[in-house]
């Protein structure tokens, strides 16, 4: 019986050797696979019968797999910003195909060599689609539940378009000279821009009014109808509106102003009680004309093509309404009204020491652009009160200290960018970024436990106990390095190291067969 045993222990032992080699085959293969965990041969008896002090029954040898998927590789950095690592504990999503059904099932990798296919979609190079959370605007993930992996949906780059953020807050600081005389005027251009990000130049002007004391008027830029200027609690302190004509007006066409109807005309005849405005020779003569022909203080010829409506402290509302000739006035809308002023003056006065006392404007808003864009509020930060953080009145010239305003022009995506946590920022060429994903990693109570399949992914087990999805850098998940790959576990030392061993212990394992085999070789021939 013993010599039978010796014989099949033998065979056990050839078969787990053989095993370890095939770990060793696959760890040297995939000595250059990226994330790939390493496995080693674990060897346990097998007992067939309990020994006593006078028999003994070998049973054999059992081969055990041990995979080292939790095992950490070395990053190594990587040229392409969409190349994904692992810091600590996790792993990525991924799934087979790019809009994955309840029929797909979610894999687990650290293989993080993910690239934007042709849709992009971004795909490591075994052909799994990486998942994340899709975010608003903030970075914060849209889920409802962020712990269940049907949140997630495949991460992609290319489905972001431009972007342009209009302004809505200007900081100006500058020095008002001390020793200005009254009504003196100072003027700052300012660059703004829309909400479709089309840049415009808004003029602040500073006009000195009393001693310590300065007014501001804000001029509509080009394209805009109106522009009104409020206090804190936004009663207007300043509104001035814009006629701008983009081609000379032809007979009957009409205009109303403060509810009186002006009639461009060529022939000495108009339509009921409309009042005449001679077309002239030329679209500059035409506009002096209408400037006449109302004979408001509150207008003034801007250019040969518009005219510049300014709100005077005392005046009332002022209506306009150019639809009827909206051919030929560059407003978008048409009727616009030029509000009545009702906050305190002066904008701004000054203590004795040259910083601000006191504020009387907060915001400026701009509205009906002729490029469709929506109305522009915008807050106006020009300093704080008794500091010189914004606007002061020293001796000296006029002098602008800075102009920052938030809005930036039309973008095209130009890249990604991913953060530690998992952040996904797209990037445009006009410096402005916008979150569009969150990568989360997973995590198991035995990640060794998790089963391999082919393109170094892996599927939980009854051993790796369920997936629990988490945020990069929290909940003991590792931290995730964009531009870096993790290389492979194995060590080419251990690995020839433990071939030696495995071939040697194969080779004496052969030997107990053939030894076991030439003793019953004899005892066969004791029956001879």
């Known amino acids: 019986m ?21 770990t060793i085959a696959d760890n040297i293969s995939n000595v250059n696979t990226v994330g790939y965990k390493d496995t080693s041969a674990r060897f346990s008896t097998l007992v067939t019968q309990q020994a006593t002090n006078n028999s003994y029954a070998p049973g054999g040898v059992n081969f055990n797999r041990h995979s080292n998927i939790a095992g950490q590789g070395l990053l190594q950095g990587s040229a392409s910003p969409t190349d994904l690592a692992i810091s600590g504990q996790g792993m990525f999503v991924v799934t087979g195909v790019a809009s994955p059904t309840s029929a797909d099932p979610f894999l687990y990798t650290r293989a993080g060599s993910f690239t934007p296919d042709q849709n992009g ?66 003027i700052t251009n300012v660059q703004i821009f829309d909400s479709l990000g089309v840049s415009h130049d808004l003029a602040f002007t500073w006009t000195k009014s009393a001693l ?82 109302v004979g408001d203080s509150r207008l003034a010829v801007s250019s040969s093509t518009s005219i510049l409506v300014t709100q005077s402290s005392a005046g009332t509302a002022l209506a306009i309404d150019p639809s009827s000739t909206s051919a030929i006035l560059q407003s978008a809308t048409g009727a616009f009204t030029v509000p009545a002023l009702t906050a305190s003056t002066p904008a701004v006065s000054f203590n004795g020491d040259g910083t601000p006392a006191a504020f009387n404007v907060a915001n400026v808003s701009v509205y009906d652009w002729s490029t469709g864009a929506a109305d522009t509020a915008i807050t106006l930060d020009i300093g704080t009160a008794d ?117 040697r212990a194969y080779s004496a394992t052969s030997r107990v067969i053939t030894t076991a085999d030439e003793r019953l070789d004899d005892l066969v021939r004791i029956k001879r």
Not at 4 to 11: E, K, N, W
Not at 124 to 151: E, I, K, R
């Open 121 to 186: 979609n971004l795909r490591n190079t075994a052909g799994f689609y990486l998942q994340g959370w899709a975010t608003d605007a903030a970075g914060t993930p849209t889920a409802t539940n962020v712990s269940v992996l049907s949140s997630l949906e495949t991460v992609n780059v290319s489905g972001v378009s431009g972007s342009a953020t209009p302004t809505s807050a200007v900081e100006l600081g500058a020095n008002l000279p001390a020793t200005a005389a009254l009504g003196d005027d100072f």
């Open 2 to 22: 013993s010599l039978y045993g010796a014989m099949f222990s033998g065979v056990s032992g050839l078969n787990a050797e053989s095993q370890a080699l095939g």
């Open 387 to 503: 500091l010189s953080d914004g606007l002061t009145q020293f001796s000296g010239d006029y002098n602008v200290t800075f102009i920052n305003q938030n809005g930036v022009k039309f973008g095209t995506f130009s890249g990604v960018s991913i953060s530690e946590e998992g952040l996904v920022v797209a990037l445009f060429d006009n410096g402005e970024t916008l979150p569009i994903y969150k990568v989360p990693l997973v995590t198991f109570a035995n990640a060794n436990g998790l089963t391999s399949r082919s393109g170094n992914v892996y599927i939980a087990s009854d051993s790796s106990g369920s997936p629990v999805l988490r945020s990069a850098k929290s909940g003991g998940a590792g931290a995730i390095a964009a531009g870096a790959l993790e290389n492979s576990t194995v060590d080419l030392g251990t690995e020839f190291t433990n071939m030696i061993i495995a071939q």
């Open 212 to 293: 310590n004391n300065w007014d501001l008027t804000v001029t509509p830029p080009s394209g805009a109808a109106l522009v009104s200027v409020t206090d804190s609690a936004s009663a207007p302190y300043a509104a001035a509106g814009l006629l701008e004509f983009t081609t000379q007006p032809t007979d009957g066409d009409t205009i109303v102003i403060g509810g009186t109807t002006y009639e461009f005309d060529s022939n000495a005849s108009v339509t009921g009680t409309n009042t005449r405005v001679t077309i002239g020779a030329d679209l500059a003569t035409t506009v002096a004309n209408l400037v006449a022909g």
